[in-house]
């Protein structure tokens, strides 16, 4: 069975960091682009950015490009988010996902397994 | 950004058929996925390329369309699809979402 396992999230001050963590099992993590989404406490959706299986390449939303960071360790089949000087807006459920591949006429990418989500809170 | 718009709620009679639209600004070909999320939970996927059902998705669940015009579909409606349903776009970078239609039964 799939799953993917966040932690890290909790309740953090204006400007400061935080580091998230998500744990896979179920599958060869190694093999996966991954993802991490956000959804905001009026149930916005977010797409925070992806990162290669390899670890080689990463794209983020350009509005979170400069403050967040992805990264991943295969050995520990962990995936991380690198977040900085955190703002109120920050404030949102995140969730690691695994992207999976699809072929219809292309290749395209689909989230189709989604961790319980870690809670951030951003508040003095 | 490729913006998608859903309507915010619906309302259905169970055992009755659900239509969920997304429209997006921009062709997104077939790229297009839709995600239940009940209360407290994290998002699923249900249909995925805009009508491919997911792995172990019941066949009550459907999606039809391509380009900007995409359609979900439930029939039958059972006590248990009661949640807001998400479309989202992988066409192009950043990935979107829409804002959610909340499934209500009558």
């Known amino acids: 069975e799939v799953q993917l396992v966040e932690s890290g999230g909790g309740l953090v001050q204006p400007g400061a960091s935080l580091k998230l963590s998500c744990v896979a099992s179920g599958f060869t993590f190694s093999d996966y682009w991954m993802s991490w989404v956000r959804q905001t406490p009026g149930k916005t959706m977010e797409w925070i950015g992806d990162i290669k299986y390899d670890g080689s390449y990463t794209n983020y939303a350009p509005s979170l490009k400069n403050r967040f960071t992805i990264s991943r360790d295969n050995a520990k089949s962990t995936l991380y988010l690198q977040m900085s000087n955190v703002r109120s807006e920050d404030t949102a459920t995140y969730y690691c996902?695994?992207?999976?591949?699809?072929?219809?006429?292309?290749?395209?990418?689909?989230?189709?397994?989604w961790g319980q989500g870690a809670s951030v809170t951003v508040s003095s | 950004d490729i913006v998608l718009t859903q309507s915010p709620a619906l309302a259905v009679s169970l055992g009755q058929r659900a239509t969920i639209s997304c429209r997006a600004s921009?062709?997104?070909?077939?790229?297009m996925h839709w995600y239940q999320q009940k209360s407290g939970q994290q998002p699923k996927l249900l249909i995925y390329g805009a009508s491919n059902l997911a792995s172990g998705v019941p066949a009550r669940f459907s999606g039809s369309g391509s380009g900007t015009d995409f359609t979900f579909t439930i029939d039958p409606v059972e006590a248990d699809d009661i949640a807001t349903y998400y479309c989202q776009q992988s066409r192009n970078d950043p990935l979107t979402f829409g804002s959610g239609t909340k499934l209500e039964i009558k």
């Open positions: 996902t695994r992207e999976e591949w699809a072929y219809y006429g292309y290749i395209d990418y689909v989230m189709d397994a």
């Open positions: 921009e062709s997104v070909r077939s790229s």
